[in-house]
């Protein structure tokens, strides 16, 4: 059987990420937008955030893609996804 090695597309797709109540404080930006290689995973994704954005590895928050949250984050991501950064709220 040939061993097959997986290369990364240089292909980039375009991706917008929301983020709401705390995570929203902490990037200092209601949304980024992003330009990622077209097999990129939300895994992959929330990588870059924590290095770029130290802090949100502090919250806790949930995540979701086009309006759905999600627990499986190698989702891979497809042109003009929205990925949401959703931390709890509390009401009163």
Request: glycine share 2%; proline share 3%.
């Amino acid at each position: 059987m040939a061993n097959i090695k997986l290369r990364r597309s240089n292909k980039k797709i375009s991706i917008k990420i929301l983020f709401f109540a705390y995570a929203k404080e902490i990037v200092n930006k209601n949304y980024l937008n992003l330009k990622v290689n077209n097999i990129t995973n939300v895994k992959e994704v929330l990588e870059k955030l924590y290095i770029d954005y130290p802090d949100l590895k502090k919250i806790n928050f949930s995540v979701a893609l086009n309006n759905e949250y999600i627990n499986d984050y190698e989702i891979i991501l497809k042109n003009k996804d929205v990925i949401s950064i959703i931390p709890p709220v509390s009401g009163g």
